[in-house]
């Protein structure tokens, strides 16, 4: 199993579909994230959970929403998105303890998006 | 807030060559983590190298050096002896600690250099 896994790894949608993109992290970290990769732009922070509580919420439009139902699995679910939402979305995880903590974020390999 | 930039868009280095990779960063705290990330096409992206902002020495892992000049924040990547695997894509990244030293694991990465290595 690969530290951090994401799936679909490819996904094509309509502006009216419904869909979700899944992370799970076999690592035993305790905090995960969303970020949005966009071509020629920064990698943009979403959403972080820390034992599977929201803590951050970068002003993600409501047509994204974050689900962490355990510390080892987080969710994005997608509704009526924009063509300018397409973009690769990377899942991360890190161990956020006191003390046991080097800063190192894993990454799964992305979720490609297209909006259509 | 910070900010993190890399003004090369892209760079090409011949194998076995040596490339050095900028970034700058923008920040008023006194202690924080910077980051290389590598992101190989189509592959997930992992850590080439971290700097501690408090220690003075130069990270490095073995092919990989960092130039950490905390004073003018400017936070280079050499790469030595480049191989055909290091074509990718390289992100800096910028940490936050919290009262306990420990990273937020909030980055905030800088635009990205393409890094392709020739034969």
């Known amino acids: 199993e690969t530290g951090v896994t994401q799936t679909p790894r490819h996904l094509v949608m309509g502006m009216t579909n419904k869909k979700s993109l899944k992370c799970e992290q076999h690592?035993?970290?305790?905090?995960m994230y969303w970020y949005k990769q966009s071509a020629k732009k920064p990698l943009e922070l979403m959403f972080v959970?820390?034992?599977?509580?929201?803590?951050e919420n970068n002003s993600v439009p409501s047509r994204f929403s974050p689900e962490c139902p355990n510390s080892s699995h987080l969710f994005l679910h997608l509704h009526t998105l924009q063509p300018e939402d397409s973009a690769l979305y990377l899942c991360a995880s890190i161990h956020s303890a006191k003390g046991a903590n080097t800063g190192e974020l894993f990454f799964g390999e992305g979720s490609r998006l297209t909006v259509l | 807030a910070q900010t993190v930039t890399q003004s090369q868009p892209e760079m090409s280095v011949q194998e076995a060559e040596t490339v050095t990779l900028s970034c700058t960063y923008d920040?008023?705290?006194?202690?924080?983590?910077l980051f290389w990330y590598k992101q190989p096409p189509s592959r997930q992206m992992i850590l080439v190298i971290r700097q501690e902002a408090y220690k003075q020495q130069n990270a490095t892992e073995n092919r990989f050096s960092v130039n950490f000049q905390k004073a003018a924040k400017s936070f280079s990547l050499k790469i030595s002896d480049s191989q055909l695997g290091d074509t990718a894509m390289y992100f800096c990244a910028f940490s936050s600690l919290n009262a306990g030293g420990t990273s937020y694991g909030k980055l905030t990465f800088g635009q990205g250099t393409i890094l392709t290595v020739h034969p």
């Open positions: 690592l035993g970290h305790n905090a």
């Open positions: 959970y820390n034992f599977k509580e929201q803590t």
């Open positions: 920040t008023s705290e006194s202690n924080y983590y």
